[in-house]
């Protein structure tokens, strides 16, 4: 069964350093999606992506994370520099609502866990 | 503020019995609801979505209700097993108008006891 890799699985980083996070979709699925899930809370949308392009970036801090999918399949997220409130579960979604009966369910990567110290 | 809110207590629930947990929206009634399963230290994994037109929908042992009067959606596990036992996270599409972005609740644990 296709599923959506994420690599590394755990980060740990000084405060200050830059981190970068990737994510492979499952194969043929256009959206994909940047999630933070601080522990004990559910997943807060970070950016959202069609093919290559953003379709939503609203909830990303621009000032330190920046996100790309330059050929509309694997996608990085960085952060620099990191803060010690970034330490959280970093999530990769990816979906495909082009199929026809669609019901817009995500698939979830297996997460990646930074700890900044 | 538009919220989401699941229980924040983790329902302790014996083997063979029905757990039910509720999910609670505030502001405008979304298009859909969708309710994903999570275990520790993993990605969540979708279960179900239940569309506002739609009263109740099944999956084996899961039943989902959509309320939208009472703006509530109830989760049911029946004749639940330990293997049940994970954090239940409710959605809903983040704006009127967003089929893909969603916000979640924050989850309500399970446990299953033998």
């Known amino acids: 069964e296709a599923e959506v890799a994420q690599s590394p699985r755990y980060k740990i980083t000084e405060k200050s350093q830059a981190v970068a996070f990737w994510c492979d979709p499952i194969s043929g699925h256009a959206t994909l999606y940047w999630y933070r899930q601080i522990l004990g809370q559910g997943p807060e949308l970070l950016v959202q992506?069609?093919?290559?392009?953003?379709?939503?970036d609203s909830q990303l801090p621009k000032d330190r994370f920046s996100a790309e999918r330059l050929k509309g399949v694997d996608s990085t997220l960085k952060i620099q520099p990191a803060e010690l409130g970034d330490s959280a579960m970093y999530l990769c979604?990816?979906?495909?609502?082009?199929?026809?009966?669609?019901?817009?369910?995500?698939?979830f990567g297996p997460g990646t866990r930074l700890t900044v110290t | 503020s538009q919220k989401i809110e699941q229980n924040s207590e983790a329902l302790n629930i014996q083997e063979g019995k029905t757990a039910t947990l509720t999910c609670n929206y505030t502001n405008y009634s979304p298009a859909y609801l969708q309710w994903y399963r999570q275990d520790p230290g993993r990605g969540p994994v979708f279960l179900l979505l239940?569309?506002?037109?739609?009263k109740e929908k099944r999956k084996e042992r899961l039943k989902v209700t959509f309320d939208t009067t009472l703006k509530q959606s109830l989760f049911h596990i029946t004749a639940s097993q330990p293997a049940d036992s994970a954090t239940y996270l409710c959605?809903?599409?983040?704006?009127?108008?967003?089929?893909?972005?969603?916000?979640f609740g924050a989850g309500t644990q399970v446990v299953v006891t033998p």
């Open positions: 959605a809903r599409p983040l704006t009127t108008d967003s089929w893909g972005k969603l916000q």
């Open positions: 979604a990816s979906s495909s609502p082009r199929l026809a009966g669609s019901s817009y369910e995500q698939y």
């Open positions: 992506f069609q093919d290559e392009s953003v379709v939503d």
């Open positions: 239940i569309r506002e037109n739609e």
